[in-house]
């Protein structure tokens, strides 16, 4: 199974100038290297798919940060899992800490996201994850196994190894506090056990269960390799290609 590389370039990227220097630097940094093990997504904001699509090249797929759950109608301002897909999209990144803060996202709204991205063939890279105050209540495992059992309500199992679950503690992003590679492997084999319980292990063993929350060249062996984590999400260090090939290097290598 290839390794996830997810970078969220969140909402950054302001112009075509801006994009236009990202493409380039990243086309740079991957040019005669060699990443077999890993599987490269980057999700720029939704202006961007098209472009991005067409300028990264084979190596890199692309997916988007959000998508909704209608197909198509009066929904001002959405976009629609079939847009997506038919810019070029394989991945959709669903139920974000910042969407579910944000944005007031609820499990029920991420569970009908995730089964209208499998709709559409779009493969879901689902985020879960406690806040600080549920940590320091002890309710991490609990939090988690709500979110899980939530988000993926229903799935057809046949459908369920197109999913990728985060577990990206919500005090992790963006603060460079990261968990202990004991609390990473805890939340994996927690979720791997909701997946098995749910849909059966010859169903759910290709689900890839990745980390997110401050991953850097630094951080990367301690949040990802050690604890056995099937890949990560980057969130900063994604807007710099140099940064964030070095960690797909790390982890194609580890
Ligand atoms: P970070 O963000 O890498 O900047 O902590 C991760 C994320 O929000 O997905």
């Known amino acids: 199974m290839d390794k996830l590389v997810v970078g969220n370039l969140k909402m950054n990227v302001l112009s075509p100038l801006e994009r236009d ?11 005669g290297k060699e990443l077999s093990k890993t599987e490269i997504i980057l999700c720029p904001p939704y202006v961007h798919l098209e472009s991005f699509k067409k300028g990264i090249g084979e190596k890199i797929k692309i997916g ?3 998508i909704f759950w209608e197909k198509e109608g009066p929904f001002t301002g959405e976009i629609s899992p079939a847009m997506v897909k038919n810019y070029g999209g394989e991945y959709v990144i669903i139920g974000h800490s910042e969407r579910r803060k944000y944005f007031c996202e609820t499990d029920e709204e991420i569970n009908l996201k995730i089964k209208a991205a499998l709709k559409a063939s779009l493969r879901p890279i689902v985020c879960v994850g406690e806040t600080k105050l549920e940590k320091d209540a002890n309710q991490t495992m609990k939090v988690l196994s709500c979110q899980v059992k939530e988000a993926l309500f229903g799935i057809n199992r046949t459908k369920i190894e197109q999913v990728a679950i985060v577990y990206e503690p919500i005090w992790a992003v963006g603060t460079d506090v990261v968990p202990t590679s004991n609390e990473i492997m805890e939340a994996k084999l927690l979720i791997r056990k909701i997946l098995i319980e749910t849909f059966d292990k010859r169903y759910s063993e290709g689900v890839r269960i990745i980390y997110g929350g401050s991953v850097n060249s630094k951080t990367v062996r301690e949040v990802c390799i050690e604890p056995g984590m099937d890949g990560v999400l980057i969130g900063r260090e994604s807007l710099t290609p140099f940064e964030f090939i070095k960690i797909a290097e790390i982890i194609n290598n580890g």
């Open 21 to 31: 220097r990202y493409l380039d630097l990243m086309k740079k940094e991957l040019s």
């Open 64 to 66: 988007s940060q959000n």
